[in-house]
């Protein structure tokens, strides 16, 4: 079975901090993603990356940046926390075939005052 | 742009009941796929359903199936004999053929009661 993990499950941070989450999936995919959930907006892709050191711009990237240096894992970096930042993230990975599903972690409940 | 519509935040069915989770999308693409994702309370979201737009047999698992309308663009999704686990929040997704990422719905939320 695909596992995808996250780091923390909750996390509390405070404003003007640096945040790391942290994704790590063990089937080799070459697809990863983060993506964010807030009530009533659904998911809304923030970046993805389609192999080591590639990214690309999701539909919300502004505020955050990303990392990928193995193919294990992908991080997620906000560089200075703001309270519009506190939602659940959603890591995911899927393999680099067009459509193949993707296979998600347990998110990340951040809050950050 | 790809857009996804949930019409119904919330619904409610009784145990065994039939329930048909309704979805629309808007595109210009020709071939693309469609999903319906479940996230349980606290749990991991799961695939529940993929369509493939160029197959016009509608997809089916188990209990689930689609009714799949592509001159409409709808994609509905129906549970059948519906059981107190599929309580959840439901996603429809699409992703275009070329691309990698979903384009989600905002979802509807289930709840099964006895």
């Known amino acids: 079975d695909v596992k995808v993990t996250q780091s923390s499950r909750y996390l509390v941070k405070r404003t003007g901090e640096k945040v790391f989450l942290e994704c790590v999936q063990d089937?080799?995919?070459?697809?990863m993603f983060w993506y964010r959930q807030d009530p009533g907006l659904g998911l809304r892709l923030i970046y993805f990356s389609y192999d080591v050191k590639m990214k690309e711009k999701g539909d919300i990237p502004e505020g955050y940046s990303v990392s990928r240096e193995k193919k294990e894992r992908f991080s997620l970096i906000l560089e200075s926390a703001s309270t519009n930042q506190t939602s659940m993230y959603l890591c995911a990975s899927s393999r680099g075939d067009r459509g193949y599903e993707q296979y998600f972690g347990p998110g990340t409940r951040l809050t950050v005052t | 742009a790809q857009t996804v519509t949930q019409s119904q935040p919330e619904m409610s069915v009784q145990e065994a009941e039939t329930v048909t989770l309704s979805c629309t999308y808007d595109t210009s693409e020709n071939n693309y796929y469609l999903f319906w994702y479940k996230q349980p309370p606290s749990r991991q979201m799961i695939l529940v359903i993929r369509q493939e737009a160029y197959k016009q047999q509608n997809a089916t698992e188990n209990r689930f199936s689609v009714n799949f309308q592509k001159a409409a663009k709808s994609f509905s999704l129906k549970i059948s004999d519906s059981q107190l686990g599929d309580t959840a929040m439901y996603f429809c997704a699409f992703m275009i053929l070329s691309g990698y990422a979903l384009n989600f719905g905002k979802g509807t939320s289930l709840l099964v009661t006895p």
């Open positions: 089937m080799d995919h070459e697809n």
